[in-house]
Nanobody, 126 residues
Framework: VQLQASGGGLVQAGGSLTLSCAAS????????MGWFRQAPGKEREFVAA????????YYSHSVKGRFTISRDNAKKAVYLQMNSLKPEDTATYSC????????????????????WGQGTLVTVSS
């Protein structure tokens, strides 16, 4: 499985970005997907997850109401729409494929994910 994240860049606070993650090599539509981020000097943290059908989503408290995760199984892609960006959102964002199809509490932990993309850098200036 290969996951390729894209769409990162430099944006001013209050702005928006949409990240994309393209998957290949596995039955993408059978597995939940997640986005995680890691800021310099900090541990990786959960951002959002979506189940295999795109019907259920989880968000971290820090992004809920500002970010939206979605997926297109026909295109084997998952997206992260990020609005009202804040400087504290600055991080490298990575997409990941879960080992399960539905969402569970464990979906908010990195150990629940089997495959990871390389990450795309998002920088939010104040």
């Amino acid at each position: 499985v290969q996951l390729q994240a894209s769409g990162g860049g430099l944006v001013q606070a209050g702005g928006s970005l949409t990240l994309s993650c393209a998957a290949s090599g596995r039955a993408f539509s059978n597995y939940a997907m997640g986005w995680f981020r890691q800021a310099p000097g900090k541990e990786r943290e959960f951002v959002a997850a979506i189940d295999w059908r795109g019907e259920a989503t989880y968000y971290s408290h820090s992004v809920k109401g500002r970010f939206t995760i979605s997926r297109d199984n026909a295109k084997k892609a998952v997206y992260l729409q990020m609005n009202s960006l804040k400087p504290e959102d600055t991080a490298t964002y990575s997409c990941a494929m879960s080992k399960r199809y539905s969402l569970a509490i464990a979906s908010m932990t990195s150990s629940d994910y089997v495959y990871w993309g390389q990450g795309t850098l998002v920088t939010v200036s104040s």
